[in-house]
């Protein structure tokens, strides 16, 4: 979502009808809330909410369109509402039927944003005065050939707010950024990579920005121009549409659905550190469109004081001194995971795994919340240690976090004496912001307060994500 200024003109007739002479965007972002508070009061799951539950929860027909370019809400000309008494059916004002019609060939991430943005149509008294369609960037002055830009916009931040609630993403705002991690927690919204990161950049205090280009040509070489820029509050950089950026800077290393870049690249002649990813091209074209999170090159330094890096945990650096690698397991189960970090922990120290199933078969208390499992290796002439910290309760879907905040303290700062000890430089995944559903933001201020506070030189490890893993 575009900032707006204290002056903007509201002249869309739909907004004027929602707002009734308050803040557009207030009156929508509580309307929005208000939404997401009953429909959990009736049973709803989430987040992530379910979009076409939530639609049957406000009476809202849907229906499949393989000719639908994304979605579209209008009056049902076809039959009658299909759920008239549905619990939340007070919150769409119009007196007509209405259907939500999708296209089912969509990407499932887009599908859901663009079905929660038809959900938000319905919740204006006019919906029903015209067909209503998601367009693209329709949300952004320049774009549209009015002001239904502005319409675009709430129904955007409405869709966002349903999708995404803000204390649900609270913990990816304002840390430092990091595409590979942000890709990575994609998956648990279930939301298009565009659709997570507008909501990021929209409510960011950094000096963050988002740019959205896609190549003129359809090939490898060719530049890139500018579609839109979303920028945070504090982004002062103007970078304007249709600007072109060089094939060979970083935008343009991104030949791939999901893969990821990062540089200093110079756009619209501002020095910039980007982030870019690749999403799924226009219909026709293979090639994908690219968005970027962009930062002033001077941007102010984070008061993270471990070092970031990109790669597998399990696989150590260069260097010749001791090394400690960290990781998060469940108070349920006896062994390491077999996928994500635990399975390349198993695969690279076979032995380190099976002495922690020796010892938590050994005492089933030794799965006590808080308790940390540190077995000691060779590997070539390099002392290796590895910490099993127990702070995630059971396994598997169903609550919106599993990790024990208060646990994983306790572990780290068993992990910071032991080290201090030893003379480790600590290797860690995102500990607890996986599986565990952590907010990354509290993680980091543990590991802070422990590892960092005994001065032991933390490196974070992100790992990349794989091309075909975006959308």
Known sequence: MPPTDAGTAWTNPSVRLLAQGADPIEAAGELAKQVTLAAVAEGLD???????ALAELLGLSLRARADVSDARIRADTVGVRSTPRSPLSGFVNSSASLVVEYNPTRPRGRLRYSVAHEIAHSLFPDVADTVRHRTGTGALPGHATDDAWQLELLCNLIAAELLMPEEAVSGLIDVDPDIDFIMEQRRRFDVSTEALLRRLTAVSARPLGLIAASRIQDRPKSELTVEYVVPSAHFDPEIRQRVRIAASGTLGECVAVGQTSRGIETIDGRRLQVQAV?????????LPRVLALVEPEMSPVSERRFEHRSGDVSELDKGDGPVLIAHVVTDSARTWGRRGVAGSLTRHFPDAARAFRAWSIADPGNLTLGNVHLAALQVGERDVFLASIVAQRGYGPGVSTRLDYGALR????????YGATKGVTVHL???????AGGRWDEIASAIEETLVAAELP???????SRPGRGA
């Not at 989430?46 to 076409?52: T, V, Y």
């Not at 690749?278 to 293979?286: E, H």
């Open 458 to 464: 933390v490196v974070v490890y992100t790992m990349p």
């Open 429 to 435: 995944p995102r500990i607890g912001a996986g599986q």
């Open 410 to 417: 306790k572990g780290l700062r068993v992990v910071a004496e």
């Open 278 to 286: 690749g999403t799924p091209p226009y219909p026709g074209r293979v």
């Open 46 to 52: 989430g987040p992530p909410f379910d979009p076409f």
